[in-house]
């Protein structure tokens, strides 16, 4: 995760939690905190014109569970600090939270044209085993950020 990202999530947990030490952070506490993260609104963008000259704002969105579920993990990993570190704390009390559902995501597979595209590519690519390796990919299902044992 980016550290960007992760600065402004701890500081919207701090925010919640602003004046209580890390022993009094429950569970219930965390659980409340993370449904007003999932509830709270955000825009994106700048607000434009629109052809008659009307401002028209930006879109409201709220948090995904995805974006909430990294929330909780920056913030668990902060309680895995002060419990095995600094033993702040005797346990981790965002461990017995639940975790938001989160979409399957996208399965997306090439068409035809696609395909041959990209073989055709590879095929006069200057690396040789270009084309082998790109067609062992597609044929076993292979995934971005597999390893290979």
């Known amino acids: ?18 004046g209580k030490s890390v022993a009094q952070i429950t569970a219930d506490a965390v659980s409340k905190a993370r449904d007003a993260c999932g509830a709270e609104t955000f825009t994106r963008g700048k607000p434009r014109k629109d052809k008659t000259g009307e401002i028209i704002p930006p879109k409201e969105y709220r948090r995904s569970g995805a ?21 702040l704390i005797d346990r981790n009390p965002v461990g017995d939270i639940r975790r938001k559902k989160e979409p399957r995501g996208r399965t997306r597979f090439l068409s035809d044209e696609e395909r041959a595209a990209l073989l055709h590519a590879c095929a006069n690519s200057e690396w040789v085993p270009l084309h082998a390796l790109v067609l062992l990919a597609i044929t ?9 044992g």
Do not use: D
Not at 67 to 87: D, G, M, P, Q, W
Not at 140 to 148: I, S
């Open 1 to 18: 995760m980016q550290r960007a990202a992760r600065t402004l999530q701890l500081n919207w947990w701090s925010k919640q939690f602003a």
């Open 67 to 87: 974006t909430v579920n990294r929330y909780i993990a920056t913030l668990s990993r902060l309680f895995s600090f002060a419990v095995k570190e600094r033993r």
């Open 140 to 148: 076993t299902g292979a995934r971005r950020g597999a390893e290979m």
